[in-house]
């Protein structure tokens, strides 16, 4: 006897969205087009149109779900963990699908995650933190800045840093024997990054206490009638 073959799920604007996320995933956003993710969904191509305007309409659903994924803790609780949370979160988050990095704020249809990641953060700044709106404001900037930023430069970086150290100051020795003499600091990075088993992943928590630190401080010098 045959088996009948179980139907595959319907179509869906959610399961379109996060099968392109799969597809960028795997092999970054240049590779998904609306045909190569209706292969994925095995459909045609114009049946994605019934849930998705086009490719523009396709992206923002795509960033929304990147958003959906970023850990937020309710409002009302100490403000220097929720932000500290929310960074490693979305730092974790860019991790998984590096092809988000440089978008995350681009998008003018923003969607309902987006916009309750960012109503979020602004309610923990000035209800929770209690910073003026120009503080605050000032505050929003600098995290995602740094979150952000650190996000593109970790992906263009090797994953063995302490290894293409080596093989740079190699390929620098080799050109100029006397390079260790002229750039000494320079020479002496090769050998310690290997010592002390470096990992950049872990400067992304460095830095950001950093910031919460300053923002604190600042938070700190603000007087009473400016927080409003």
Known sequence: MVRARKAAAPLSR????????????????????MRSLASELGTAPMSLYRHVANKDDLFDGMIDIVFSEVEF???????LATMRLRAISMHETLQRHPWAIGHMESRRRAGPANLRYHNDTMACLRED??????AAVHAFSVMDSYIYGFAQQENALPSDIPAEAEVRHDAVVEADPDAAERYPYLAQIAVELRKIDYDFS???????DLILDALERMRDREPASGKK
């Open 73 to 79: 803790p309710s409002q009302g609780g100490n403000w």
């Open 202 to 208: 872990q400067e992304f928590e460095f830095g950001l």
């Open 14 to 33: 959610d399961r379109i969205l996060r099968a392109a996320v799969a597809v960028a995933d795997s092999g970054g956003f240049d590779s998904l087009s």
């Open 129 to 134: 933190a209690g910073f003026s709106f120009p």
